[in-house]
């Protein structure tokens, strides 16, 4: 089965679970629905196109800014090809961040659908993807590890209570699943 013909299998298997977040966002050049799901639930490999985490050390979390202007607790990026979850985590953390990672623990995934006609010029495929979602302990950090010419212009660790406070409705309530999962380690 191609992604493609999967894509509305998985949406209608996971349409009567209750979503942390849905809401729509807005990527370059595209409208998406988004809903994140945490918990047992699990996701199909069949569709995932990158994967992140929510990172702590101690009582604060890393809280990345990107170009946008935006700031988020969920580093991470592209699954290459033959990769395992775990290692796209690791590797994309480390070059967003510097932070290297003790064990991953899952934590859900965000679900998207591409809302409209699609974009001229956009690259990915038009149809459902899912992004994996963990919770890990921050290890080491190597500033010299860091990709500067990603999207990600930096981050910092910040005292949970203060990311919280900053934090968007969508992130904050991210954080707050992170720190239940976290607790239940």
């Given amino acids: 089965m191609t992604p493609d013909e999967f894509a509305p299998i998985f949406a209608a298997s996971i349409a009567g679970l209750t979503p942390l977040f849905d809401g729509e966002v807005q990527w370059p050049g595209m409208r998406l629905r988004a809903r994140t799901f945490v918990g047992e639930t699990d996701w199909p490999e069949l569709l995932a196109t990158s994967a ?34 775990e290692d796209t985590v690791r590797r994309e953390v480390l070059e967003e ?5 003790e064990p991953l623990k899952p934590l859900g995934f965000h679900h998207f659908q591409p809302l ?62 992170a720190l239940e999962r976290r607790a239940l380690s």
């Fill in 52 to 85: 992140r985490a929510v990172v702590f050390k101690g009582a604060s979390v890393v809280v990345v800014r990107d170009a946008n202007g935006g700031i988020h607790v969920q580093p991470g990026g592209r699954i290459e090809p033959g990769e395992r979850y």
């Fill in 97 to 101: 961040t510097g932070w290297s990672l």
């Fill in 116 to 177: 409209g006609e699609r974009p001229e010029g956009v690259a990915y495929p038009w149809r459902d993807f899912v992004q994996p979602l963990f919770v890990a302990e921050a290890l080491a950090y190597d500033r010299h590890a860091r990709d500067t010419t990603q999207i990600e212009l930096g981050s910092r660790l910040t005292p949970i209570r203060r990311a919280l406070a900053e934090l968007s409705e969508r992130e904050s309530g991210l954080l707050r699943a």
